[in-house]
């Protein structure tokens, strides 16, 4: 199969180039190579490149001849600094993805998998222990200033117990990145309806492993730890360090990718599907810290009670529905996999020269 991957030089989409090709795939890529991620040139040996932006229709239809298939990864990712990455995020991630489809539908290619993301639910699945499921409204500053870092529930206050959320629960994304991520599926969503096209968007949760950018606002937090590390100081843990997370492995992500493109001519045609992407083994960002200053023999983590607003308190996914119905299994295990990353070499980001 001839795969268009978009952002294929990037930190997950260079481990899915690696996966299509030794699975007999022919990956091509289409990269813009931002600065703020990329410093430098990739190393993609005998893989065909094409140096352009996904928002640049004239390229996005050159990559597209003779390719039965994309994987779109290309996109903006994290935080950000403020709001005023707004215009970058909107640009690169929803104008980009409208380009790209817009194409897709030009060209005839008709099966999709988009790197979605766990962002779209906001906060995860809780339940009070009075009136069952509930989603809790945005955390206040007043109460985060305080240290009350746990969601309340929004009929009574109690405590609420945090579980898995699954694909099925509403979305309700609180910062800018997450509301780009939910838009790009909702065109992707259009463009199957109007094409009669297989469209799958694979949720990441927290992805890490080797080869994740290090000393940039837009990693994640596994890369910012492992940057410290690096520096020789301690990894600066928000809140209390009790946010629930699923650390997923970026082989397993990559193999998600090619297992869903090798099945996308068996899935619905004329619809987004949608599957949750995690290890199944949530943990808390503070235990996260301190097997990674463990693994890499570097100073212990240091909670500071810090947090930004748009975070949300526990996220964890239930990955079932991907795991049943195509088979997929995430191999590489929370202690495995963080000793492997403590060790492994980080990508240059712009920030870090």
């Not at 005839?108 to 409204?137: I, K, N, Q, T, W």
């Amino acid at each position: 199969m001839r795969v268009l991957v978009t952002g294929g030089a990037g930190f997950i989409g260079s481990h899915i180039i690696t996966t299509l090709r030794r699975a007999g795939h022919e990956p091509l890529v289409l990269d813009a190579l931002l600065p703020s991620a990329h410093p430098t040139a990739p190393d993609l040996p005998d893989v065909e490149f094409l140096h352009a932006d996904v928002r640049d229709a004239a390229s996005v239809r050159r990559g597209l001849h003779g390719v039965d298939a994309v994987c779109h990864q290309a996109a903006m990712v994290g935080l950000g600094k403020d709001f005023a990455d707004a215009p970058a995020y909107v640009g690169c991630n929803d104008l980009g993805t409208a380009v790209l489809l817009a194409a897709l539908a030009d060209a005839g290619v008709r099966r999709l998998v988009l790197a979605g993301s766990m962002v779209v639910y906001g906060e995860g699945r809780y339940e009070c222990p009075r009136h069952g499921v509930v989603r809790p409204g945005p955390r206040r500053p007043e109460d985060l200033e305080a240290g009350c870092f746990e969601p309340r529930c929004p009929v009574c206050g109690s405590e609420l117990a945090s579980g898995l959320v699954g694909e099925d629960a509403p979305a309700d994304p609180r910062n800018v990145y997450a509301t780009t991520k939910l838009a790009q599926e909702h065109l992707t969503a259009a463009w199957a309806r109007a094409v009669d096209g297989t469209a799958v968007s694979l949720r990441y949760h927290n992805v890490y492993g080797p080869g994740m950018p290090r000393d940039t606002p837009y990693a994640g937090v596994a890369s910012l730890f492992r940057s410290a590390l690096a520096r020789g100081e301690a990894p600066r843990v928000f809140e209390d360090g009790g946010q629930r997370r699923d650390f997923v492995h970026v082989r397993d992500v990559a193999a998600a990718n090619a297992l869903v493109l090798e099945a996308s001519a068996a899935l619905p045609a004329g619809a987004l599907t949608t599957y949750n992407t995690g290890s199944g083994d949530p943990h808390t960002v503070g235990e996260m810290a301190t097997a990674l200053a463990l693994a890499h023999g570097g100073p212990g983590p240091v909670v500071t009670g810090e947090f930004r607003l748009g975070d949300v308190r526990h996220i964890t996914a239930d990955s079932s529905r991907l795991r049943r119905e195509l088979g997929w299994r995430p191999e590489v295990g929370f202690e495995e996999g963080m000793t492997e990353f403590a060790r492994a070499g980080q990508r240059a980001s712009a920030a870090a020269g």
